[in-house]
T-cell receptor
Framework: AQSVTQPDIHITVSEGASLELRCNYS??????LFWYVQSPGQGLQLLLK??????LVQGIKGFEAEFKRSQSSFNLRKPSVHWSDAAEYFC????????????FGAGTILRVKS | DTGVSQDPRHKITKRGQNVTFRCDPI?????LYWYRQTLGQGPEFLTY????????KSRLLSDRFSAERPKGSFSTLEIQRTEQGDSAMYLC????????????FGPGTRLLVL
């Protein structure tokens, strides 16, 4: 069965510090990979996506992610965190062969301290 | 492009009552997805439509749940005889079908069953 693991339930970083959120997946083939962000009580906003090609992808709000096939990982990074980045972050995977439905991780809550 | 919209944003109901939620997708999108998100979890797939055809339903979707997309535009999700376990955020997403599909989410409907 397809699954996504986000090992960190909570992460706290200082404003201006760098950030890395981990995501590992288990899938029959290399899936399509996504990161979404959710503010409290809100829907999900797409940060970035990977389908193929260059394994380092750039997204909105200064985020980037790197796909590592050998580690089945798609970690999200940001060089300098802003207080407005505090939210919950979800990694998700999909594949055309499975109807393109998204399979999500449990999420990582990011807290930013000033 | 006004994005995906959902109505209502919040719903409080008593156990045993029926509720109906509406989702209006991005206008040119032919696929529409429903997900459910419980506290502390990532969204879980419920069902999806391509145009007016319902192509897949999750085993999470009990026979008390029904979804429609009668003209291939907006969709409704109805829950009959609600139970306290139905309390969750119900998220709708839309996309254009294709091999590199990206889903865009609405703000969600938060349901509380008392």
């Amino acid at each position: 069965a397809q699954s996504v693991t986000q090992p960190d339930i909570h992460i706290t970083v200082s404003e201006g510090a760098s950030l890395e959120l981990r995501c590992n997946y288990s899938y029959g083939a290399t899936p399509y990979l996504f990161w979404y962000v959710q503010s409290p009580g809100q829907g999900l906003q797409l940060l970035l996506k990977y389908f193929s090609g260059d394994t380092l992808v750039q997204g909105i709000k200064g985020f980037e992610a790197e796909f590592k096939r050998s580690q089945s990982s798609f970690n999200l990074r940001k060089p300098s965190v802003h207080w407005s980045d505090a939210a919950e972050y979800f990694c998700a995977v999909s594949r055309k062969e499975y109807g393109n439905k998204l399979v999500f991780g449990a999420g990582t809550i990011l807290r930013v301290k000033s | 492009d006004t994005g995906v919209s959902q109505d209502p944003r919040h719903k409080i109901t008593k156990r045993g009552q029926n509720v109906t939620f509406r989702c209006d997708p991005i206008s040119e999108h032919n696929r529409l997805y429903w997900y459910r998100q419980t506290l502390g979890q990532g969204p879980e797939f419920l069902t999806y439509f391509q145009n007016e055809a319902q192509l897949e339903k999750s085993r999470l979707l009990s026979d008390r749940f029904s979804a429609e997309r009668p003209k291939g535009s907006f969709s409704t999700l109805e829950i009959q005889r609600t139970e306290q376990g139905d309390s969750a955020m119900y998220l709708c997403a839309s996309s254009e079908s294709g091999s590199l599909e990206t889903q865009y989410f609405g703000p969600g409907t938060r349901l509380l069953v008392l």
